[in-house]
């Protein structure tokens, strides 16, 4: 079964500070991996999705970075600001079986 | 485009009751995806609909069930409900690919299971 970590669990970081965020899984077969960001009390947006034939994607001020082989994800973020605090998720995609597998977040405060 | 509009956003109800939340997906957008978020097991995959017929399911109890209509919506319905049922349950709608597909999330609907 595909298990998926993040690490740290919480992180607190002055703003415009450059932080990046981890995520690894056990299962290196994925379809794909997928960052969103949770605000207290929402649902879940998405940030980036890489497919499994990518290294990276990038979004504005986000880098996200996938090695299937090591089993890790990196989510950059750079010029830190207060309004990125939030919960941060990763979600992986496995070749076998149909399910979305996700981490239990990094909660992000970026103090002014 | 309006985005993934749930209800009710608050539900309490109390153990052997039965309950159903409601989800609208984005326009044009016909697998809807529901998941359950809790303090202690994070998020999970319940099951995934696609053209009204259940494409996909996770491991849940066969208390759990869902339904799509013909417009897309979907609707999940929770019998003899438990205590640790108490979660946010999100619903998320995407393309043709449901899971593998960018998922876009509604605000959720929070049961509180009294």
């Known amino acids: 079964k595909q298990e998926v970590t993040q690490i740290p669990a919480a992180l607190s970081v002055p703003e415009g500070e450059n932080l990046v965020l981890n995520c690894s899984f056990t299962d290196s077969a994925i379809y794909n991996l997928q960052w969103f960001r949770q605000d207290p009390g929402k649902g879940l947006t998405s940030l980036l999705l890489?497919?499994?034939?990518?290294r990276e994607q990038t979004s504005g001020r986000l880098n996200a970075s996938l090695d299937k082989s090591s089993g890790r994800s990196t989510l950059y973020i750079a010029a830190s600001q207060p309004g990125d605090s939030a919960t941060y998720l990763c979600?992986?995609?496995?070749?076998?079986?149909?399910?979305?597998?996700f981490g239990k977040g990094t909660s992000l405060l970026v103090t002014p | 485009k309006a985005g993934v509009t749930q209800t009710p956003r608050y539900l309490i109800k109390t153990r052997g009751q039965q309950v159903t939340l409601s989800c609208s997906p984005i326009?044009?957008?016909?697998?809807v995806s529901w998941y359950q978020q809790t303090p202690g097991q994070g998020l999970q995959f319940l099951f995934e609909y696609f053209s009204e017929t259940q494409r996909n399911k996770g491991n849940f109890p066969g208390r759990f069930s869902g339904r799509q209509f013909s417009n897309s919506r979907s609707e999940m319905n929770v019998s003899t409900l438990e205590l640790g049922d108490s979660a946010l349950y999100l619903c998320?709608?995407?393309?043709?690919?449901?899971?593998?597909?960018?998922?876009?999330f509604g605000p959720g609907t929070r049961l509180t299971v009294l």
């Open positions: 326009s044009g957008h016909r697998s």
């Open positions: 979600a992986v995609n496995s070749n076998s079986g149909y399910a979305l597998n």
């Open positions: 890489i497919q499994s034939s990518q």
């Open positions: 998320a709608s995407s393309l043709g690919q449901g899971i593998r597909d960018t998922q876009y």
